[in-house]
């Protein structure tokens, strides 16, 4: 008996040290929120209060959880200053809903490792300086409803899997580098110019331009009031 109360004591003291040094181990989500901020430069120590020795990161600024199980939600850090790249490691938030990053000085690419997130409804990423092309795999993302990309230097075809997204209700890729045309199915048919102005080489139905063949002339004649008038037009050989 004496043993059994001996070990007892052992065991609360023991779990009472642990309390009292905080050294409970931080979950994967926070881990993997470590991670990305390794790769961030937050001169304004926006971030001060992301310490390893917290259990959860559900009191981060900038951080939400689902209130059931405490994995992360939301990431909201728009307008902070923050530099450096957007971690491959947020592949791992699997939970994850919100991302927005909006008014920052991000560079580098957007990670394909986003498209593991397959919760996500919202990303805002628009003004920062991402640069090359749109992941091909971001019609996994099917909760999608709000992608937000404008002004920054992205580039590239427009990826046809983003008309697979068919809860997309805002799109946003202004103010970019993109190229070709525009698929116009699904999603993709629904929007208009202004989710694709101030891309000067895109061409297609949303933003009122034609493509051009091969050699140079458009692929449609925008014009033609009848099969008699579009005959007139006709190429000559030498």
């Known amino acids: ?15 009472a040290t642990l309390l009292s040094t905080g050294s409970l181990a931080l979950s994967e989500d926070g881990l993997t929120l470590l991670e990305i901020m390794s790769t961030w430069n937050d ?13 959860s990161p559900c009191k ?19 307008y902070m200053e923050l530099g450096g790249i957007i971690s491959p490691s947020i592949g791992k938030l699997s939970r994850l809903q919100r991302l927005a990053l909006h008014q920052n000085s991000l560079h580098g690419s957007i990670p394909y490792e986003i498209t593991q997130c397959t919760e996500l409804r919202a990303i805002y990423l628009r003004a920062n300086y991402l640069q090359g092309g749109i992941p091909a795999d971001i019609g996994n993302l099917s909760h999608l409803t709000i992608l ?21 209700r805002h799109l946003n890729l202004s103010t970019n580098f993109f190229s070709g045309e525009i ?25 009122h331009k034609p ?13 033609a009031a009848s099969d008699e008038a579009a005959g007139k037009f006709h190429l000559k050989f030498s």
Do not use: Y
């Open 1 to 15: 008996m004496k043993m059994v109360l001996l070990l007892w004591i052992l065991s609360v003291i023991s779990s």
């Open 43 to 55: 001169s304004r120590n926006i971030l001060a209060n992301w310490q390893a020795t917290d259990e």
């Open 60 to 78: 981060w600024t900038g951080i939400s959880c689902h209130p059931h199980d405490q994995r992360v939600s939301s990431i909201n850090l728009p």
């Open 148 to 168: 937000d990309l404008s002004s920054n230097s992205l580039k590239g075809a427009i990826p046809s899997a983003i008309g697979r997204l068919t809860r997309l």
């Open 183 to 207: 698929p116009d199915f699904g999603s993709l048919s629904t929007f208009g110019n202004n989710s694709f102005i101030g891309n000067s080489d895109l061409c297609g139905r949303q933003v």
């Open 211 to 223: 493509c051009r063949t091969s050699l140079g002339f458009p692929a449609v004649l925008p014009h």
